[in-house]
């Protein structure tokens, strides 16, 4: 009697669709990997490599024995892009690690500058000269998860102002915005002892 395995939904529906899962899984932990190894997460990166390299034997396994299956092979590629799309999305939404924003804006920026400043961010401005005439730059080293509150200030006060966010990897120092106890020790209480390091 043929057993649900040996039968031809699991062989050409669910099996790729498992291989599909499996290879989402595994290359979403890939990206973000490759995220935290950039942002100098040392002891993130081994963590999320171990769980995505076993889910890759697990997937190129099944693979190896189902080669004259090619809605498998479908599913294995279908898997690496839908993964490196959700893996750019989620580290988006992490926002992790630090920043260098640029601010330029023709506008007086006393008004956006006292508010920033009021806020708990650090921020440092000068007077430069643009292509036409004198503009106001403002530097400030900022979490990637404020970005958003610090380009809302922004528009509000200056709608008209250029901005940029260019990746820091270390920052020694800085002026940064307290955060929420009860958010701090919901979300980062449990990895707080990763944060000591380098």
Do not use: H
Request: proline letters at 4%; charged letters at 20%; a positive charge.
């Amino acid at each position: 009697m043929e057993t649900f395995v040996e039968s031809g939904l699991f062989m050409w529906a669910v099996l790729p669709l498992l291989i599909f899962l499996a290879r989402v899984v595994d290359v979403t932990l890939g990206t973000m990997r490759i995220v935290f190894v950039s942002r100098g997460l040392k002891y993130y990166a081994p963590v999320v490599g171990f769980f995505e390299v076993i889910i890759w034997l697990l997937a190129i396994r099944v693979i190896m024995q189902n080669l004259n299956n090619p809605i498998c092979y479908i599913a294995y590629g279908a898997g690496f892009g839908t993964g490196n799309y959700i893996g750019i999305f989620l580290e988006r939404k992490m926002a992790v690690g630090r920043g260098i924003l640029r601010i330029i804006t023709r506008k007086d920026a006393t008004e956006l500058i006292k508010i920033l400043r009021d806020r708990g961010f650090g921020v440092t401005s000068l007077v430069a000269e643009g292509s036409n005439g004198n503009v106001n730059l403002i530097y400030m080293v900022i979490r990637r998860s404020d970005f958003k509150t610090v380009t809302e200030l922004v528009q509000k006060f200056n709608p008209q102002a250029f901005y940029t966010l260019e990746d820091v990897r270390y920052v020694s120092e800085g002026i940064f915005p307290t955060r929420d106890p009860v958010y701090y020790r919901q979300f980062l209480g449990p990895f707080r002892f990763f944060r000591k390091g380098k």
